[in-house]
Antibody, heavy 119, light 108 residues
């Protein structure tokens, strides 16, 4: 069974750093693009970026380029999303997703990680 | 970046009625890179339709997708109680994914 299990909710202050994780199981982690999608409170979905764990190639949405870093550790089949300096506007639910093997859609989603940034 | 505009924003319907949701792209989209998702409150989105008209695994046949170019449609033939949710369209093009802003199907 394909599963993407994300790390739990976080409460942080502006300026702090944060890394959230997404542990994958039930499929060959090397061979699928893994991405992140943001959903701000009461809002829609925004694609942030993707990574191909086999060679760590990453692609970012222009809106998120330079704002976050996506990485992956193939030894523990886990993807990460990192901020070096959080802002209040980063408050959102973040979903990790798996790109379908031969189509450019996201066929599996993690349960979401709520990040709250407040002073 | 391709912009997707969904209409209507809210669709009030009753159980058993037919729902027709629209998604218009700012430029041509490849059918193979077009999808629909459903999101219920407090849950992650789930893939409904990929390749514009192919149902994902486990999706009932009351859901169907159609369209090409810049105009795509999601149809729910007879609404069941569990279908009241928010629906998003999505496309991939020019190395970037974009989502529509969503259509909420609510109980009338």
């Amino acid at each position: 069974e394909v599963q993407l299990v994300q790390s739990g909710a976080e409460v942080k202050k502006p300026g702090e750093s944060l890394t959230i994780s997404c542990e994958a199981s039930g499929f060959s982690f090397f061979n699928y693009w893994i991405g992140w999608v943001r959903q701000m409170p009461g809002r829609g979905l925004e694609w942030m970026g993707v990574i191909y764990p086999r060679d760590s190639e990453t692609r970012y949405s222009p809106s998120f380029q330079g704002q976050v870093i996506i990485s992956a550790d193939t030894s523990i089949t886990t993807a990460y999303l990192k901020w070096s300096s959080l802002k209040a506007s980063d408050t959102a639910i973040y979903y990790c997703v798996r790109r379908h093997g031969y189509s450019y859609v996201f066929d599996y989603w993690g349960q979401g990680s709520l990040v709250t940034v407040s002073s | 970046e391709i912009v997707l505009t969904q209409s209507p924003g809210t669709l009030p319907l009753s159980q058993g009625e037919r729902a027709t949701l629209s998604c218009r792209a700012s430029q041509n989209v490849s059918r193979s890179n077009f999808a629909w998702y459903q999101q219920k409150p407090g849950q992650a989105p789930r893939l409904l339709i990929f390749g514009a008209s192919n149902r994902a695994t486990g999706i009932p046949d009351r859901f169907s997708g159609s369209g090409s170019g810049t105009d795509f449609t999601l149809t729910i033939s007879r609404l069941e109680p569990e279908d009241f949710a928010v629906y998003y369209c999505q496309q991939y093009g020019s190395s970037s994914w974009t989502f529509g802003q969503g259509t909420k199907v609510e109980i009338k």
